[in-house]
C-alpha cells in the first residue's frame, strides 16, 4: 500500500512557464514533507521541503504547497528552466531522523 | 564539506554472492540510511543507523544487514544475492536529533546475474 503516491509519472513543460507536480499521501500522522530532484547517474538532491503546521514554504523559483485537509502537496517551479528537466520525488517523514517515504518520482522535462 | 559519498558506483555480481556496499557521511552526520531503488519506483527504506546502533528496519529480510563505525561511515551487506536485489543503492546521512533532511550520495549501482 503506497503511503506517497505521485500520480504523473511524467511532465512536459516549455521553458518559462510554470512547472507544477503534485503529491497526494495517505498517512495523517505524516508531519513533514520534502522535495527531491534527481538526475540520472547521481543521487536524489534535497529540493524543499515544508512542516505540517505550515500551508506553504517559498525559495527562489521554487514553491510548495501543503492541503491538510485534503492530504495533498504540490511543487511550483516558475520560471521553469531547462536545467529543472529530472526526476522530482515528494517525501514524507512521521519525525526528525525517521526514515522518509518516498513516491515514485515525476520525470519533468523542459523543453526550450 | 565533503558531502555523501558511497563505493563502488557500479558492481556485477552471480545469484547467490554477497555483496559489501561502503558509504561515508557528511561531515559532522552521525545518522546514517539506507535506501534501496528499484527501476521505476522510489527509495524504499531498508534500515537506518545511529551512533553505530541500528535504529529502524524497513520490510527487507535478515540477509540484508549494515554496520556504522566510530567515524559514522556505514557499511551495508547483502548475502544470498538474488536476482530482484538488482537495483540502485542510496546512502544518505543526516545530522540526527530532530533534524528532517537527509543528504544522498549518488548510489551504487547493483546487477545480480
Known amino acids: 500500500d503506497q503511503q506517497v503516491k505521485q500520480n504523473s509519472p511524467s511532465l512536459s513543460v516549455q521553458e518559462g512557464r510554470i512547472s507544477i507536480l503534485n503529491c497526494d499521501y495517505t498517512?495523517?500522522?505524516?508531519?513533514?514533507f520534502l522535495w527531491y530532484k534527481k538526475y540520472p547517474a547521481e543521487g536524489p538532491t534535497f529540493l524543499i521541503s515544508?512542516?505540517?503546521?505550515?500551508d506553504k514554504n517559498e525559495d527562489g523559483r521554487f514553491t510548495v504547497f501543503l492541503n491538510k485537509s485534503a492530504k495533498h502537496l504540490s511543487l511550483h517551479i516558475v520560471p521553469s528552466q531547462p536545467g529543472d528537466s529530472a526526476v522530482y520525488f515528494c517525501a514524507a517523514s512521521y519525525s526528525g531522523n525517521t526514515p522518509l517515504v518516498f513516491g515514485k518520482g515525476t520525470r519533468l522535462s523542459v523543453i526550450a | 564539506e565533503t558531502g555523501v559519498t558511497q563505493s563502488p558506483t557500479h558492481l556485477i555480481k552471480t545469484r547467490g554472492q554477497q555483496v559489501t556496499l561502503r558509504c561515508s557521511s557528511q561531515s559532522g552526520h552521525n545518522t546514517v540510511s539506507w535506501y534501496q531503488q528499484a527501476l521505476g519506483q522510489g527509495p524504499q527504506f531498508i534500515f537506518q543507523?545511529?551512533?553505530?546502533?541500528?535504529?529502524g528496519r524497513g520490510n527487507f529480510p535478515p540477509r540484508f544487514s549494515g554496520l556504522q563505525f566510530p567515524n559514522y561511515s556505514s557499511e551495508l551487506n547483502v548475502n544470498a544475492l538474488e536476482l530482484d536485489d538488482s537495483a540502485l543503492y542510496l546512502c544518505?546521512?543526516?545530522?540526527?536529533?530532530?533534524?528532517?533532511?537527509?543528504?544522498f550520495g549518488p548510489g551504487t549501482r547493483l546487477t545480480v546475474t
Open positions: 544518505a546521512s543526516s545530522p540526527g536529533g530532530s533534524s528532517y533532511e537527509q543528504y
Open positions: 498517512n495523517s500522522m505524516f508531519d513533514y
Open positions: 515544508i512542516s505540517s503546521i505550515k
Open positions: 543507523y545511529y551512533r553505530e546502533e541500528e535504529n
